[in-house]
């Protein structure tokens, strides 16, 4: 099943409204038509020009709705505005230069159900995506932590799962306590059940497999591990483990023994973000990986923070994702 059918199964027949506030950037908007074209996605594109409704024309009922002209002058913003000084306890007008922002009008109209979830960050540092996001949207009922990942297609990879592989990003907490690993772990897991259907097998990687160095940072992994036990945790996981025997059988049965994860992960949690952020860019760089996302998780509604160097594939299949998340339930 490839990606758009993936979606298209988690999404149904109603198409979920995902809102871009870098409207005016142009692969957004070729992303946008891409987007209308396969009816999962309806896109709401931010200060887009007015060319874009001709383009969504052939594709959309009302492509014109696809478009706020200058989100600064919307009539929403009173609205928005009002709502936001409310929950932040500060006065109507600096709430008003606050939402008339695109991430913040944007992230607005996700919280007030005006769309079902926002993809930027194509313009935008990671910093202020984040904020925004923290601040309009706040942190998911019951969410223990928040933390992101992406999901990589990685051309001639051979998995039951095809050629897709989640990565945990943990770009919230560059530096992970076990408590926040363990959390990290069992949020990501969460979410590619919900979003992709599938039954994680969750790899907490380490420069060592089962106690052949004895360092600091192992030691976090394995207590990240104990923590899952402790907490019974019910989806497939191993650690503390390296990359080969979490990807590679052969390697895993010599390294591993028996384990439920060894050479099948789907998903790999990297222990910090230099390895994280290292390692996506090395498998990207060396075998023309896809990127998609990476998607926000632990807030009350899906988002995503996309690289500033995504290309058409990389924005169309990142808020194909961000759909199938809204729709599957999962605690975002």
């Not at 080969?244 to 789907?266: C, I, M, Q």
Request: glycine share 8%; proline share 6%.
């Amino acid at each position: 099943m490839d990606l758009m059918e993936r979606a298209r199964a988690q999404v149904g027949s109603v198409p979920r409204s995902i809102v871009f506030p870098e409207g005016g950037d142009a692969t957004v908007q070729d992303a946008a038509v891409a987007l209308a074209r396969t009816g999962v996605v309806r896109p709401v594109l931010l200060d887009a020009p007015v060319e874009l409704v001709a383009r969504l024309a052939p594709y959309l009922l009302d492509p014109e709705a696809c478009r706020v002209p200058d989100c600064s002058h919307d009539p929403r913003v009173r609205r928005y505005a009002e709502l936001y000084a409310a929950r932040h306890d500060i006065p109507l007008n600096a709430a008003e230069l606050i939402v008339r922002r695109p991430l913040y009008f944007a992230a607005m109209m996700v919280a007030e159900g005006d769309a079902h979830g926002m993809v930027a960050g194509i313009q935008s540092p990671t910093e202020d995506v984040i904020i925004a996001t923290h601040l309009v949207l706040g942190q998911a009922e019951g969410a223990a932590v928040t933390c992101s990942f992406y999901l990589l297609d990685i051309p001639g990879r051979d998995s039951e799962e095809g050629q897709l592989l989640a990565f945990t990003d943990p770009a919230m907490h560059p530096r992970p306590d076990s408590s926040e690993l363990a959390e990290i772990a069992t949020t990501v897991a969460a979410a590619v059940e919900g979003m992709l259907g599938w039954e994680p097998r969750v790899a907490l990687l380490s420069f060592s497999t089962r106690g052949s160095a004895d360092d600091a940072a192992v030691d976090l992994v394995r207590e990240a591990c104990d923590v899952l036990r402790s907490k019974g945790a019910t989806f497939a996981f191993d650690g503390e483990m390296q990359a080969d025997a979490a990807l590679n059988e052969r390697v895993a049965h010599r390294k591993l023994g028996d384990s439920p994860v060894g050479g099948r992960a789907n998903v790999l949690v990297c222990p910090n973000l230099d390895a994280a952020n290292i390692g996506a860019k090395l498998i990207q760089h060396f075998t023309g990986a896809t990127a998609y996302g990476p998607f926000i998780l632990g807030f009350a509604a899906p988002v995503s923070d996309l690289s500033r160097s995504a290309q058409l594939d990389d924005v169309v299949g990142t808020a194909l994702l961000v759909a199938a998340l809204h729709r599957s339930g999962a605690r975002p």
